[in-house]
C-alpha cells in the first residue's frame, strides 16, 4: 500500500513560511474581521501552472527525460489553452502531470529555483502595493494559487502574506506521482473556499476585497463586497462590466 | 520507567583517556565534551608523538590548525589555553605498544583515577597492508583493553563500525557475537577451513600470513628475480643494464612496493573468505571478538557507527577532514562522470559526524553510570533511510546549485550544472570499463598516426593521444574508487538496527540520538556537499586544504603537574579518586 504524503486537509490552508520553512507568526493585530483575498496568477505575477510545470520538466534528471517532458507539455500546451477557458482545474491537473515521477527532492530545489530565477522578479509592482495597501487597510491576507507549496509558500513569506491556499503534489516513496491531492486551487472553487475561510477566521465578507483575474475566479469575487478584476481575461473583463466591479490593468 | 540519563551529572568530574583524538571522530567528540560537557574531570588525549614533534606539540597544532577547534577558540579567546590546560592532558603513546606505549609512571597515574576509556583511534583505510591493520585494530584494541582493566573501575568503549557485520543482507541487530564472521553466520556452515572462525586461531595464522609474505619476497631467489626483472626493465627503456646504482634504487623501490601490494592483497583475500568486504571491517570484528573473549569482566560496549560523514552542525556545518565514504563518490558526481554502478535501493547509511559524536558521549555516560547496553549501533538505515538513488539525485541537486552560482564558465554554469548523475546497472553499456576501453583505443589510435600525415595533423593527434591517456587514468582512478566502495553503495543490502541508542532517553536533548530528526535535502544539499567542497575535495585535487588561523594559538604548559595540572577545579575528585584507587587495589 504506497504511502501518501501531503494527505490534504478540508481546509487546505498554509501559513506563510520564510525560505527555511519556518513558519512566519500570525500579527494578532492583523488578523482583523476582513480579508483581502489574492488570486495570485494574474494579479500578482503573470506565470501560471503551464509556465512552472514547463520549468520543472526541463530541469528533470537527465537529458531523455527532460527531453520527452517538454516534448509532451509543447503537444500539451494547446489543450492546456482550451482547457483553461473551460475547465481550470483539469488544465492545471493536466499542467503538474510533467513532474510525475519527478523526486520530491528535486521539486523542491527547482521550486526555490523558479521562485528566484523567474517569479520574484516578476511579481507586479502594482501587486505588491495592492498587498501593502491591503495591510495598510487592516486586511488579514491570504493568496490564493494555483502553484504549488515550494512555490507559493516562499511568495508568502515575500509579501508577507497572512495566509496562502495552493496545490499540493502527491508524492509516493519520495515521488511526484504527477497528481495534486484534492482539493485542486485554481477552478471555480475559489468561492467555496472564501467561504469556509470566512466561516472559520470569523471573517466579514462583506467588508472584505478580493483581487483575481480570471473567469473562472468569478465566484471568488462574488463571494466578497469589495471585488475587483485585474487584468482580467475576456470572461471576467465582461463579468465586470456586466456587475459594475472595478477594473485595474497593469499587465 | 528509568529516569533519563543527565550526561552532564554522569560525566561531571569524571576522567577520561581518549584514543583518536587526531582523527575526523575524534577532533569532533574532543571539541564537543569541551563544549557540552566542561564539567569533565580530566580528558587524558593519548597521543604518538611524530618524528620531528612531540604528542604536546602535536596537540597544540591540531587545536591551532583546525577548523574543529574554532568555536572553542572563538568562545574562549586568550582562556582557551588555561581552559584546555584544567581539562585535557596529553599523553605521549601509542595503542599499537603494550601499556599503549604510555610512561609506566604516567599509566599507573592515569589508571589510579580512571572513569572511562573511550578506543577511538583505528586504522580506517579500507584495505591497509595487513600487518598495519592487526597493529591498530587488533592489537590496538587489546592494549586499550589491558589498560583500562588495570584501572580500579573503568569501563571500556569500543568504537568499531556497523559493517563488521560483513556480507550480509538484512537487518543487522545490535548484538555481539564471540568468534563472529559473517560466513559462519550467514550460511552455517564454517568456512574456509572447515573449521568454525576462532579469533585466537585467526589472529595467530594472520600473523603467520604476514611473516610469510614477508620471507616469501625477502629470499634470495624473489629478490634475484626482482632484480633480473629490473635490469630487463631499464634496458628496455634504453638505459645501462649495468648500472648499479639506478637498479639497487628502483629495486628498493618496485621490493617495498611488491610487499605492500601483496600485504593488503592476502588481507584482501583473507577477509573475503571469512566473509568481510575489507581488511578495516575484518579486524574491527576480530577486535570486537577480542574483546569478548579476552577481557569478559571489563565493563564495555562496543558503539558502531555506520559511514560517518560531515558535521550538521558542530562543530561548524558542514565540517568534514580526510576522505570519507562519499567524499570521492560525490566528487566524481560533480565531474562529467554520470553513470553510478549500484543498486539504487540499497540504503547508504550516512550519519553526520555530530550526531555520531553526541550519541558517543551517551554511550559512555551510560557506561560510567552502569546502564550501558553491549552495544549501540550508530545508523540511519533503520530509522530515517537515505537510499543510495536518493543520495544520488541529492548530490546532483547539491552540484547544480553550485555550478550555477560559481560555476567558472559557461559550460559549467550551463551545462555541467545540469549533468545529473544516475545509478545503473553493472552491465550499463556506459559502465567505467568500457568507458576506458574507448579511451585506450582512441589513445592507440591517434598514437599509431600514419607517417603520410601532414605535420599539423600529427602534432594534434598526439594531444589527443595524450588527453586520451589521462582521461583513462582519471577513468581508473574512478574504476578503483567504486570497487572499493562497492560495499557501500551496491552489495549487501543492509539496515542496522539502532533501538538501543534511540532507546537511550537523556536528560540533555542535545545527546539523544534520534536519526528522524535528520532532514536529509538539507543536510545533504546545504552542509554536507558544501563541506566536501571545502574540507575533502581539495585534497582529491591536489590542493592545500583551508588552516586555521586562531587569534590567541594555544600553547599548553610544558609539563603538568602530578595529579592534575594544578587544577583546583577538580581536586575533590581527585582525592575521591585516589582513596578509591588505595581501596580497591589492582584491576582485573
Known amino acids: 500500500m504506497p504511502t501518501i504524503k501531503n494527505t490534504i486537509e478540508p481546509k487546505s490552508i498554509g501559513s506563510a513560511t520564510d525560505p527555511k520553512g519556518n513558519v512566519l507568526a500570525v500579527d494578532p493585530e492583523r488578523a482583523s474581521r476582513s480579508c483581502a483575498f489574492f488570486r495570485v496568477e494574474g494579479t500578482l505575477i503573470d506565470r501560471g501552472a503551464l509556465a512552472a510545470s514547463a520549468y520543472f520538466a526541463s530541469n528533470a534528471q537527465g537529458f531523455t527525460e527532460r527531453a520527452f517532458r517538454i516534448g509532451a507539455l509543447a503537444l500539451g500546451a494547446p489543450l492546456y489553452g482550451l482547457l483553461s477557458q473551460s475547465d481550470r482545474t483539469l488544465a492545471t491537473r493536466a499542467a503538474y502531470a510533467a513532474l510525475r515521477h519527478m523526486s520530491e527532492d528535486r521539486v523542491g530545489e527547482l521550486a526555490d529555483e523558479y521562485y528566484e530565477d523567474v517569479l520574484k522578479e516578476r511579481i507586479y509592482e502594482r501587486g505588491r502595493e495592492l498587498v501593502k495597501q491591503a495591510k495598510r487597510d487592516k486586511h488579514r491576507v491570504v493568496l490564493v494559487s494555483e502553484s504549488i507549496e515550494q512555490v507559493v509558500s516562499r511568495l508568502a513569506a515575500e509579501l508577507s502574506a497572512d495566509d496562502y491556499v495552493c496545490n499540493r503534489l502527491e508524492y509516493v516513496r519520495g515521488e511526484a506521482t504527477g497528481k495534486l491531492l484534492d482539493p485542486v486551487v485554481g477552478g471555480h472553487d475559489g468561492g467555496a473556499f472564501v467561504k469556509r475561510y470566512a466561516a472559520e477566521h470569523a471573517i466579514d465578507l462583506t467588508r472584505s476585497v478580493g483581487y483575481a483575474a480570471y473567469g473562472a475566479d468569478l465566484l471568488l469575487l462574488s463571494s466578497v463586497g469589495r471585488p475587483c478584476a485585474v487584468n482580467p481575461d475576456f470572461a471576467l473583463r465582461a463579468a465586470a462590466r456586466d456587475a459594475e466591479w472595478p477594473v485595474l490593468e497593469y499587465r | ?588
Open chain 2, 1 to 588: 520507567m528509568t529516569e533519563p540519563l543527565s550526561i552532564h551529572k554522569a560525566l561531571a568530574g569524571r576522567h577520561i583517556l581518549f584514543t583518536g583524538a587526531s582523527g575526523f571522530l575524534g577532533k569532533v567528540w574532543l571539541t564537543m565534551m569541551l563544549d557540552q560537557v566542561p564539567d569533565v574531570g580530566r580528558i587524558y588525549v593519548l597521543l604518538r608523538g611524530k618524528k620531528n614533534q612531540n604528542a604536546r606539540a602535536r596537540f597544540e597544532q591540531m587545536v591551532n590548525d583546525s577548523y574543529a577547534f574554532s568555536g572553542l577558540h572563538e568562545k574562549h579567546g586568550e582562556a582557551f589555553s588555561r581552559f584546555l590546560a584544567e581539562r585535557v592532558e596529553v599523553v605521549p603513546g601509542d595503542v599499537s605498544q603494550p601499556g599503549l606505549g604510555v610512561e609506566p609512571e604516567l599509566a599507573e597515574r592515569i589508571q589510579r583515577q580512571l572513569d572511562l576509556l573511550v578506543h577511538c583511534a583505528g586504522q580506517v583505510d579500507f584495505n591497509p597492508e595487513l600487518h598495519e591493520g592487526l597493529e591498530t585494530n587488533l592489537e590496538g584494541t587489546i592494549h586499550a583493553a589491558e589498560f583500562a582493566a588495570k584501572a580500579p573501575d573503568a569501563g571500556f568503549v569500543q568504537v568499531s563500525t556497523c559493517f563488521v557485520a560483513g556480507n550480509r543482507e538484512g537487518r543487522i541487530m545490535e548484538e555481539a557475537l564471540p568468534n563472529y564472521a559473517p560466513r559462519d553466520w550467514g550460511a552455517g556452515g564454517y568456512a574456509p577451513s572447515g573449521k568454525p572462525f576462532d579469533v585466537e586461531a585467526e589472529y595467530l595464522h594472520l600473523k603467520q600470513l604476514v611473516r610469510q609474505v614477508d620471507e616469501d619476497l625477502n629470499s634470495d631467489a624473489a629478490i634475484a628475480q626482482l632484480r633480473q626483472e629490473v635490469a630487463e626493465g631499464i634496458a628496455a627503456k634504453g638505459h645501462d643494464p649495468s648500472n648499479h646504482a639506478l637498479i639497487d634504487r628502483i629495486l628498493k623501490r618496485e621490493h617495498k612496493a611488491r610487499l605492500a601490494d601483496r600485504l593488503v592483497q592476502v588481507g584482501k583475500d583473507r577477509a573475503a573468505e571469512w566473509g568481510w568486504p575489507n581488511v578495516y571491517t575484518f579486524t574491527k570484528s576480530m577486535g570486537e571478538s577480542m574483546l569478548l573473549s579476552r577481557f569478559p569482566r571489563l565493563r564495555k560496549t562496543f558503539f558502531r557507527p555506520a559511514i560517518i560523514e560531515s558535521a550538521q552542525s558542530f562543530p561548524l556545518p558542514g565540517w568534514n577532514e580526510g576522505l570519507n565514504t562519499s567524499g570521492p563518490l560525490v566528487y566524481f558526481a560533480g565531474t562529467w562522470f554520470r553513470h553510478l554502478p549500484a543498486r539504487k535501493d540499497k540504503p547508504l547509511d550516512v550519519v553526520p559526524v555530530d550526531y555520531c559524536c553526541a550519541a558517543l558521549i551517551a554511550a559512555g555516560a551510560a557506561l560510567v553510570e552502569g546502564r550501558a547496553r553491549a552495544v549501540y549501533q550508530c545508523a540511519t538505515s533503520d530509522r530515517h533511510p537515505l537510499t543510495v538513488g536518493r543520495g544520488l539525485e541529492l548530490t546532483s541537486l547539491a552540484h547544480r546549485k553550485y555550478y550555477r552560482n560559481h560555476g567558472e564558465d559557461a559550460i559549467e554554469r550551463i551545462l555541467l550544472s545540469r549533468w545529473d548523475g544516475r545509478v545503473v546497472g553493472d552491465d550499463h553499456f556506459m559502465r567505467v570499463d568500457n568507458l576506458r576501453k574507448v579511451a585506450q583505443w582512441l589513445a592507440d589510435v591517434a598514437k599509431d598516426a600514419p607517417q603520410g600525415l601532414p605535420t599539423k595533423w600529427r602534432a594534434e593527434l598526439k594531444k589527443l593521444s595524450s588527453k586520451s591517456d589521462r582521461v583513462d587514468r582519471k577513468l581508473g582512478l574512478v574504476d578503483k574508487v567504486i570497487d572499493t566502495y562497492k560495499p557501500f553503495v551496491s552489495s549487501n543490502r543492509q539496515t542496522f538496527s539502532c533501538e538501543e541508542l534511540v532507546g537511550l532517553q537523556t536528560a540533555e536533548s542535545f545527546f539523544h540520538y534520534e536519526p528522524k530528526k535528520l532532514d536529509w535535502r538539507r543536510y545533504w544539499i546545504d552542509q554536507h556537499v558544501p563541506g566536501l567542497r571545502r574540507w575533502s575535495f581539495p585534497l582529491i585535487e591536489g590542493t592545500k586544504v583551508e588552516v586555521y588561523s586562531p587569534k590567541f594559538p594555544v600553547r599548553l604548559p610544558e609539563l603538568l603537574a602530578p595529579g592534575f595540572g594544578g587544577s583546583t577545579r577538580v581536586t575533590e575528585t581527585n582525592k575521591r579518586r585516589a582513596r578509591t584507587a588505595q581501596a580497591s587495589g589492582a584491576a582485573e
